[in-house]
C-alpha cells in the first residue's frame, strides 16, 4: 500500500467552480503535511502546510482530518491560473522523510 | 520562503558521459536535501537523502555508483549522472528543508537529456 494516495484526475471544472481534492495517508506516525502545486515541466511549490485545526488562505482552504488519515484541499472560485497538478506531501513524526501522492491534476476551463 | 536554486537547468549530453547537477540553499542551512527524478507524466521519486558531512542513503534501486551525491557544505549538494545512457533522461529535482517551518522548497529542476 502507498504511504499517500490520490485521485490522479484529471478533474475538469469550469472557472467559477469550487473543487475539492483529498489525500489519504497510511501511517498514523505522520506529523506534517503540504500541499504543493506543480505546473507542467516545472518543479512543486507549496501551495500551504496544513493544520490541524484547518487553515484558509485566500480561496484555497485546507483540513486535517487524524481520525480518518486524510487531509483535504479545497479551491474555491477556481481561475485557469488554477490548473496544475496538485501534490499531498507527508512527513513522518522523528523522521526526515517526507512522502508524496502522485498527484491530482485539475484542468479550468473558460 | 526560503530559496532552493538548481543548475544546470538544462543539459544534453553524449552517452557514456558524466553530467554534475548542482543544489543550493541560498537563504538557509540545509543538513539535509533530497534528490528525486520525475519521468513525464509520472509523479516525483525520491532517488536518495543528502546528508552534510557523510554518505547518502539511497531508496531501493537506486545505484549509488551510477548517482554519486556529494553533501559537502551546508548550502550545497550535487548529484552527479554517471556514464549517462538514453535512459537516464529525466528531470531531476533536489529539494531542502528549512528547518523552522519544516516545508521543502525545491530546486527548479534539471532536465537532462542523453543522446
Known amino acids: 500500500r502507498k504511504e499517500v494516495e490520490q485521485d490522479p484526475g484529471p478533474f475538469n471544472v469550469p472557472e467559477g467552480a469550487t473543487v475539492a481534492f483529498n489525500c489519504t495517508y497510511s501511517?498514523?506516525?505522520?506529523?506534517?503535511f503540504f500541499w504543493y502545486r506543480q505546473d507542467c515541466r516545472k518543479e512543486p511549490k507549496l501551495l500551504m502546510s496544513?493544520?490541524?485545526s484547518g487553515n484558509e488562505d485566500g480561496r484555497f482552504t485546507a483540513q486535517l482530518n487524524r481520525a480518518s488519515q486524510y487531509i483535504s484541499l479545497l479551491i474555491r472560485d477556481s481561475k485557469l491560473s488554477d490548473s496544475a497538478t496538485y501534490l499531498c506531501?507527508?512527513?513522518?513524526?522523528?523522521?526526515?522523510?517526507?512522502?508524496f501522492g502522485s498527484g491530482t491534476k485539475l484542468n479550468v476551463k473558460p | 520562503g526560503a530559496v532552493v536554486s538548481q543548475h544546470p537547468s538544462w543539459v544534453i549530453c553524449k552517452s557514456g558521459t558524466s553530467v554534475k547537477i548542482e543544489c543550493r540553499s541560498l537563504?538557509?542551512?540545509?543538513?539535509?536535501m533530497f534528490w528525486y527524478r520525475q519521468f513525464p507524466k509520472q509523479s516525483l521519486m525520491l532517488m536518495a537523502t543528502?546528508?552534510?558531512?557523510?554518505?547518502?542513503?539511497?531508496e531501493q534501486g537506486v545505484e549509488k555508483d551510477k548517482f554519486l551525491i556529494n553533501h559537502a557544505s551546508l548550502t550545497l549538494s550535487t548529484l552527479t549522472v554517471t556514464s549517462a545512457h538514453p535512459e537516464d533522461s529525466s528531470f531531476y529535482i533536489c529539494?531542502?528543508?528549512?528547518?523552522?517551518?519544516?516545508?521543502?522548497?525545491f530546486g527548479e529542476g534539471s532536465r537532462l537529456t542523453v543522446l
Open positions: 506531501v507527508v512527513r513522518l513524526r522523528n523522521f526526515n522523510k517526507f512522502y
Open positions: 529539494s531542502a528543508r528549512e528547518l523552522a517551518g519544516g516545508e521543502l522548497f
Open positions: 537563504d538557509f542551512q540545509a543538513t539535509t
Open positions: 496544513v493544520y490541524s
Open positions: 501511517n498514523s506516525a505522520s506529523q506534517s
Open positions: 543528502s546528508n552534510e558531512g557523510s554518505k547518502a542513503t539511497y
